[in-house]
């Protein structure tokens, strides 16, 4: 069974830090690129950074750029969005996500599975 699961959300306040973590199994995690998500209330979902399974290349969202680092573990199957400089606009659910073969890394429509989400809530 394939499965996504976020941890680390949860609530902070404005310029705080929390990092998020992907753990996944029931697939080949190493042939896979992760992207990380989120959606907020009333708004479409936003791709904010990926991984590429091949070299590792890194892309963001320039709403979160300079402020977030995303980085993988192989060996753990596991994926991080180290999130700083946090801000009330960060607030959402996280969500994170598998693409077997991609071409436009934060297009959410590219990606095969998907976690459950979590929240992360930053209070001004």
């Known amino acids: 069974e394939v499965q996504l699961v976020e941890s680390g959300g949860g609530l902070v306040q404005a310029g705080g830090s929390l990092r998020l973590s992907c753990a996944a199994s029931?697939?080949?995690?190493?042939?896979?690129?992760i992207g990380w998500f989120r959606q907020a209330p009333g708004k479409e979902r936003e791709g904010i950074s990926s991984?590429?399974?091949?070299?590792?290349?890194?892309y963001y969202a320039d709403s979160v750029k300079g402020r977030f680092t995303i980085s993988r573990d192989n060996a753990k199957k596991t994926v991080y969005l180290q999130m700083n400089s946090l801000e009330p606009e960060d607030t959402a659910v996280y969500y994170c996500?598998?693409?077997?073969?991609?071409?436009?890394?934060?297009?959410?429509?590219?990606?095969?599975?998907w976690g459950q989400g979590i929240q992360v809530t930053v209070s001004s």
């Open positions: 996500a598998a693409a077997r073969l991609i071409v436009v890394m934060l297009a959410a429509n590219e990606y095969d599975y």
């Open positions: 029931g697939f080949d995690f190493e042939n896979y690129a």
């Open positions: 991984i590429s399974d091949t070299d590792g290349t890194t």
